[in-house]
């Protein structure tokens, strides 16, 4: 390869912007908007379609009027939360936001990292640009490694900040509390902090960010969390995202469908393309429509073409591609054509693939392939092709060639799917080469779901759409359904997943159909619908012969426990036991997981948790997150009853770990345990908080019982503030819910003691906690669970 630089014309940069009006169009709309709460614009489109540059043609048309700051995520600093804040930071400070609360927080993080350096103005970052630091640091002879918040704050007294300024930031309790915060929640603080000092440096003039190549942010792996984080809070500005595929945050809360604008990119139309030609220098009209014709409207390939030009006869789309890779010699275009069916490669994947096809693939050929301009990093610390030059070069593989590189990219994929990204890959080059059965396909999705939660199996869902292409083989089909609707299980969306599984829409005969009547009975179960939900799973239970009867029979045991027969939900459990193998750690996590909430409910906690500790022990052994945040919820909801003082922390590390998996219900079951938490300790004020926030979970979740369970915590709550009134209105409307929904019998008695307790006695409550009473079937005596029941209530009423 001859020496010379990847940037190779000047002219590059000042190309003329054509066409995009629709887009510029869609930007002053959005724009419009500022001010009502967090706005996105994502820009999607193939590489090469021009994002990039659209990006740069907005900020230049508002830069006047709005404070405009970069984020190019090809950059791997970009991708870094704390660098990315840095970087923001001091292209919205040059532009004059004012970031005193930021500029501490960051300095504190900073120190956090490096605490072997002092926090010097030789050493701190961007201190040039912050007057609030250049002014404490000019006071502190040095600031203590330990304590750093505390002791910026302390240095104020000593400083020339205006009075105003000093007493806004000393008495500000985030700030203050810096210093306690563990490693993960300091770095979340100092995006708050930086989204704050935004807000309050944006009433005169709104900001636009714009954040580039969001693709390379690595959100595979849940790294993107910061930046859904971020673009959360800011709420006085636009957030322009330009990016290959849609964002889909909406997987992980359904709001985000409000805040995102997706507006995607095509391709120029031909009078655009041959108008970027003409200036190009192209002035054959014929070689111009040729090009034009060859391009498919993409930029990247107009400039290429147009780069690379000859005079005089008229450019073939053949000749522009040979054009493309004159530099490259035959031996490397055999490696490239079989990495173009790869989405991604690192050097273990192409020494693998040149040796199946008897190529030599040592490291001077890596080297030289990936110096290419056209092949560039990716995350995870591969490389992958230029989307253009990898359709370009896989359509002129063979058929069977194609398929040759599939099956060797699935067995190489193959040994190192030991993660969610591994396991996707192989299952793609697997569906693509022929070598996996729908069968293949579950187990795989399985085993994303364990380790990635629906994070990583949207992924494969997605890969399978797209190989079916709306038709195909009706096992895949049928898998693709499956995988559909248990991903919507996860997110405890019913309304999806009643969606994609209207009745009668199952086949019985088949795992793939069979699972999807079990996550039709889910979505059923999920929206109070018991009595259909039970039907559903005892169907599948009672027909089916493969592996999904375990999992109908584990939830047809949950939904006995739920409607009081704990005796039946144990007699379930026992026989699905006897009948999984010894290696399915996730489902024999599941069953003991339902024994400790029979128990649970039986208001027997001793018992309860040690049934928890065994579906922890098999969780743990399956590798299962999804699990873990499960146990984590589950933990905290036992801890309200016997340890509130624990229960607080383990109930918000359960709503952390949920919401990063997008499970909302579990978010509002772990809400409702902190609330109850609070309850016992007479923290009456912060156990109202974590209720609301519970409610609004539920209530989105469309998880009737878990709602109604969190109404009878706030009937309590209003018994403990002397509000009798309004502890009666909350107790019926949740005994309204559970009988509708034919759950929680024990419930539904607890709540006509409260209304004793309260002396508002209601006949209709009174009329269904007897019958609820009578269809229960305790696991030891009715004297024992009342006892237990009465015993509990009054912890929860003080």
């Not at 900073?110 to 350096?117: A, D, G, I, Y």
């Not at 003991?592 to 001793?606: E, G, I, P, Q, V």
């Amino acid at each position: 390869m001859p020496l010379e630089p990847r940037f190779r014309r000047v002219a590059a940069l000042h190309r003329r912007f054509v066409d995009r009006e629709a887009a510029f169009e869609a930007f002053s709309e959005e724009h419009s908007k500022v001010g009502r709460g967090p706005r996105i614009l994502n820009v999607t489109g193939v590489g090469g379609i021009g994002k990039s540059r659209l990006l740069r043609e907005f900020g230049g048309r508002v830069k006047d009027t709005h404070r405009v700051a970069t984020l190019d995520l090809q950059v791997p600093a970009h991708r870094h939360q704390e660098d990315a804040l840095a970087v923001l930071r001091v292209q919205l400070g040059e532009r004059g936001v004012r970031f005193d609360q930021y500029d501490i927080a960051y300095a504190v993080l900073w120190q956090r990292l490096h605490p072997h350096l002092g926090l010097t103005r030789a050493e701190l970052p961007f201190i040039e640009h912050s007057e609030v630091l250049s002014e404490l640091l000019d006071t502190a002879a040095g600031v203590p490694v330990f304590g750093t918040a505390v002791s910026l704050l302390k240095l104020m007294d000593k400083g020339n900040a205006t009075r105003k300024r000093r007493r806004h930031l000393q008495q500000n309790e985030t700030l203050r509390q810096l210093d306690l915060l563990p490693g993960a929640e300091l770095v979340d603080a100092v995006t708050y902090m930086f989204a704050e000092d935004l807000r309050a440096g944006s009433e005169g003039k709104p900001y636009v960010l714009f954040v580039d190549a969001y693709e390379a942010s690595g959100r595979a792996d849940g790294s993107d969390v910061w930046l859904r984080d971020l673009a959360a809070q800011l709420d006085r500005g636009l957030t322009v995202i330009a990016s290959r595929e849609a964002l889909g945050w909406e997987v992980y809360d359904a709001d985000w469908r409000e805040v995102i604008r997706e507006f995607p990119i095509e391709g120029l139309p031909m009078e655009a393309r041959m108008e970027l030609l003409s200036d190009g220098g192209v002035s054959d009209p014929v070689q111009r429509e040729v090009i034009a014709q060859a391009s498919v409207g993409l930029p990247f390939y107009l400039h290429l073409a147009t780069d690379s030009r000859g005079s005089g006869h008229v450019v073939s789309q053949d000749e522009i591609a040979q054009r493309f890779l004159e530099h490259v010699s035959a031996e490397e275009r055999r490696y490239l054509q079989l990495l173009s069916v790869a989405r991604t490669f690192d050097y273990d994947l192409f020494h693998g693939l040149a040796a199946a096809f008897q190529l030599p693939g040592g490291r001077l050929a890596w080297e030289g392939l990936t110096a290419y301009s056209f092949v560039y990093p990716a995350a995870g610390g591969g490389f992958q092709l230029h989307r253009l030059m990898a359709d370009m070069l896989r359509g002129r593989l063979s058929p069977a060639m194609a398929d040759d590189a599939h099956s060797a990219l699935y067995l190489l994929w193959s040994e190192r799917a030991t993660d969610a990204v591994g396991m996707r890959e192989a299952a793609y080059h697997g569906l693509y080469a022929g070598a996996i059965s729908d069968g293949d396909l579950l187990v795989y999705a399985d085993r994303i779901t364990a380790c990635g939660g629906t994070q990583g199996v949207a992924g494969l869902i997605s890969d399978l759409q797209d190989h079916l292409g709306g038709g195909g083989d009706p096992a895949l089909e049928e898998a693709a359904a499956c995988l559909a609707a248990e991903a919507a299980v996860l997110l405890g969306d019913s309304d999806r997943i009643n969606e994609l599984t209207p009745d009668a829409s199952w086949r019985l005969d088949t795992e793939a159909g069979a699972r999807l009547a079990v996550a039709a009975g889910h979505g059923r179960r999920i929206a109070g619908q018991t009595t259909r939900a039970l039907r559903i799973y005892s169907d599948v239970l009672d027909v089916h012969t493969g592996p999904a009867r375990w999992p109908a029979g584990l939830w047809a045991a949950d939904l006995h426990m739920a409607q009081g027969r704990f005796r039946r939900a144990f007699e379930l459990v026992e026989q699905v036991t006897r009948e999984c193998p010894e290696d399915a750690g996730v489902l024999r996590g599941d069953l003991a997981r339902l024994l400790h909430l029979a128990l649970r409910f039986s208001y027997d906690f001793t018992a309860a948790d040690r049934q928890l500790q065994e579906a922890a022990r098999h969780y743990q052994k399956a590798g299962t997150i999804v699990g873990e945040a499960l146990i984590t919820t589950n933990r905290a909801e036992l801890l309200a009853w016997t340890d509130p003082f624990a229960a607080v922390a383990v109930a918000r590390k359960a709503v952390e770990a949920n919401t990063d998996l997008g499970a909302i219900h579990e978010v509002g079951k772990a809400y409702s345990a902190l609330g109850q938490a609070f309850l016992t300790l007479g923290r009456l004020d912060e156990a109202a908080d974590a209720l609301d926030s519970a409610c609004v979970a539920l209530e989105k979740a469309r998880y009737r019982s878990g709602r109604a369970r969190a109404e009878l915590l706030r009937a309590c709550l209003h018994a403990r503030c002397q509000e009798p009134d309004q502890a009666a209105a909350s107790a019926r409307w949740a005994v309204d819910e559970l009988v509708d929904a034919e759950v929680y019998p024990t419930l539904i008695v607890v709540a006509d003691r409260l209304l004793a307790a309260v002396n508002r006695r209601d006949e209709r409550v009174s009329t269904a906690a007897r019958q609820a009473w009578a269809a229960i079937e305790p696991i030891d005596s009715r004297d024992a669970l009342e006892d237990r029941m009465t015993h509990y209530l009054r912890g929860l009423l003080g």
